[in-house]
């Protein structure tokens, strides 16, 4: 027998109730089950990381040298020596790492070795042509002296030497002539801070031709400190009046900020670097006369 259907009003009676309580339940199910589904995939917001910034380092990384092996200096030029055969025009390089502040005072300065590295250094020299100072830079080896013939040289593009000292006299005349935007970008616009503007400029070119400058970058100076043909009494010379030199400008600064050097290393123009000791000869060292011929 088959069993008669209740009307459709009775149907809906047995449907969920959709007054305003069953809305908003529906409506706070749909909200969650969004929310679940977005953080599966929400990207994490671009501005986390400036808000969540690392601390800076404020020194530059250094090496451990107690894990490091260390060279004599006679040791590291024969491995150098044996990297460079067949490059009898090679230097050696000496790179000074410091222990400094990224943000702080770096070292600058210029250095006469005792036995030069580079010999064939064109100093011009802005002075009155018709002065004594332009005989005496003459004498000491300037290539180029005077005022007016230079400036106009400077402008025409036809700088004919490597290093530019001024005198004193001629200052005015220097900045009158406006050649420090050709002069600047090559590091060769005299200045009194790097003691180039002099008042005897014969003292100044003799110091100058065979003079090498410095600089540190990064925390590391480097400088050639000697041709590969040099002897190891030669070397031992240069680098302790570099290094004489470079402490005494640590200690000018002293007062600003802590700056003291962290490791000496020897290297040459295509071979690898070797971490000095301090020492001149190990007990495994061959004799220097062996390191004093190519």
């Known amino acids: ?13 047995l449907l969920p109730s ?4 069953s809305s908003y339940v529906h409506q706070q199910i749909r909200t969650a089950v969004a929310s679940a589904n977005a953080a599966k995939y929400r990207r994490s917001d671009p501005n986390l990381r400036a808000k969540q910034k690392k601390k800076t380092r404020t020194t530059f990384d250094l090496p451990d040298l107690k894990s ?44 006469r070795l005792p036995h030069p590295v580079h010999s064939g250094t064109r100093i ?23 005022e007016d013939t230079i400036f106009q040289a400077i402008k025409e ?24 935007r050709i002069l600047g970008p090559r590091g060769m616009m005299p200045s009194a801070k790097l003691g180039t503007v002099v008042k005897d400029v014969g003292s100044a070119v003799k110091d100058m031709i065979g003079g090498s400058e410095y600089r540190e970058r990064t925390g590391v100076i480097r400088l050639p400190i000697g ?21 005494k400008d ?15 290393v020897l290297s040459s123009t295509t071979g690898p670097g070797f971490t000095l000791n301090g020492e001149f000869r190990g007990p495994e060292s061959p004799p220097t006369s062996a390191l004093s011929t190519l």
């Open 227 to 247: 041709q590969i043909g040099f002897t190891p009494e030669e070397m031992q010379r240069n680098i302790r009046a570099l290094m004489e030199q470079v402490k």
């Open 124 to 146: 011009c020299v802005i002075c009155p042509p018709d002065s004594k100072h332009a005989r005496t830079a003459a004498a000491a080896g300037a290539v180029t002296v005077g």
């Open 250 to 264: 640590c200690a000018d600064i002293s007062d600003r900020v802590m700056k003291e050097v962290h490791e000496v």
């Open 68 to 111: 490091a092996i260390q060279f004599s200096l006679c040791d590291a030029m024969r491995y150098i020596r044996a990297f460079e055969v067949g490059y009898p025009t090679s230097k050696y390089e000496l790179s000074i790492r410091m222990r400094t502040l990224k943000n702080g005072p770096v070292i600058r300065n210029r250095l």
């Open 18 to 21: 959709r007054g305003p309580r």
């Open 157 to 180: 593009g036809r700088i004919e030497f490597d290093r530019c000292i001024c005198h004193e006299d001629s200052v005015r005349a220097l900045n009158s002539a406006q050649v420090g």
């Open 1 to 13: 027998m088959a069993t008669a259907k209740p009307p459709f009003g009775a149907m809906s009676s």
